[in-house]
Nanobody, 123 residues
Framework: QVQVVESGGGLVQAGGSLRLSCAAS????????MGWFRQAPGKEREFVAA????????YYTNSVKGRFTISRDAAKNTAYLQMNSLQPDDTAVYYC????????????????WGQGTQVTVSS
């Protein structure tokens, strides 16, 4: 059974940092891209960042470029999202997802999802 589990969320002041982790298990994820999405109250789930299996390619939504960094440890089937200079607009539930193939930015393109981790940024 495939499991995707996020961790590392919490409450932080504006300008602070958090590091999210995403552990995937239950199958081989060789060749799978990993993505991070977020969903704020009353809004649709939106793409944040994604990384290829090799880690050689990454892609970010414009609003987080220069502040967030996605990385992964393929041997551990784990992905990370380092979030710096956090702002109140970053407050959301952050979800990790996995898909076979390359980077994608749409939620239906990802087959496996975690339950999410809450990130709250206070002003």
């Amino acid at each position: 059974q495939v499991q995707v589990v996020e961790s590392g969320g919490g409450l932080v002041q504006a300008g602070g940092s958090l590091r999210l982790s995403c552990a995937a298990s239950g199958r081989t994820f060789r060749g799978y891209a990993m993505g991070w999405f977020r969903q704020a109250p009353g809004k649709e789930r939106e793409f944040v960042a994604a990384i290829t299996w090799s880690g050689g390619n990454t892609y970010y939504t414009n609003s987080v470029k220069g502040r967030f960094t996605i990385s992964r440890d393929a041997a551990k089937n784990t992905a990370y999202l380092q979030m710096n200079s956090l702002q109140p607009d970053d407050t959301a539930v952050y979800y990790c997802a996995a898909r076979q193939g390359g980077i994608a930015t749409m939620t239906p393109q990802y087959a496996y999802w975690g339950q999410g981790t809450q990130v709250t940024v206070s002003s």
